[in-house]
């Protein structure tokens, strides 16, 4: 990971201005940011890994973060209670599929309700915002894993793709600076207003939107998705200003999903 490439590209006031750079990195970048706060470190702080080994999704699932991928995990210490910071994950969805767009793909990149931006209905990025208090004060960190430029996924994975296979060409270290730029301004919007000035956008390049879907209690199944209860079936009718995932029943009620998983029916 080239520095002086990330700090070329890099317009924020905040976000990234202190940064941890690592080519390879034992454990998951969000571990490593949160012992940065544990010392103190500022909003904005961040860590950027190009290998990262023990990498974290959500519900205790693993994500590979192998040879062409980048890792990134971005310290913020919000001014906002903690029940209205759900939504960020997918302010910062939309940040990192801006800053992919900025690379080519256009309308193909699209966000899969709550954090995953897919290509073409492959996955090449999942994001992980955590939140812990930390020294009595309120830490959230975005973890933000993208697949840039591996030429292949081991077979148990055959939903993943990465930017260069779905022909998009994206320097790591561009992209990860243009994640950057997005998601500074992208944050201090949602802390201003929160998720409804971003309910149109996300509408318009969601995934599944007037399409049939189930939602899934992974959460019940301890993360496992082939094995998880549908917890209901309907027509997905976007998302609400919470960023709650809206959901038409056949009766025509609507039901709101503040968690849980997502299978649409093709
Ligand atoms: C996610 O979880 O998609 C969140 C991934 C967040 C990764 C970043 S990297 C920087 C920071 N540090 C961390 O330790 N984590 C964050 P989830 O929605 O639960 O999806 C996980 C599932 O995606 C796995 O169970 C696999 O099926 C699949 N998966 C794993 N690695 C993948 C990859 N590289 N590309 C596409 N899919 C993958």
Known sequence: MDRALI??????????QKLGLFDRIEYSTNDAVFELAGEGASHG??????VQENGKGRLGRTWLSGEGSLAMSI???PDVPAHELPPLTL???LSVRRAITGFGGNGAVRVKWPNDILVYGKKVCGILLEQRTVSSKNCVVAGIGVNVSQESFPDDLPGAASLRLSGINAEREALAAEVLNHF?????KFVRGGFEPFVSEYTACMVGVGVHADVLDSAASGGDKESAAIAASGVCRGV????RFLLELPDGERLAFAGGEISIRS
């Not at 702080?45 to 190009?50: E, M």
């Not at 609400?240 to 960023?243: L, N, P, R, S």
């Open 184 to 188: 500074e301004e992208d944050y201090e």
């Open 75 to 77: 310290l913020l210490r």
């Open 45 to 50: 702080t961040t860590v950027i890994a190009g």
């Open 7 to 16: 700090e070329k590209h890099l317009k924020t006031k905040r976000l990234g």
């Open 240 to 243: 609400d200003t919470e960023g």
């Open 91 to 93: 302010v910062c969805a």
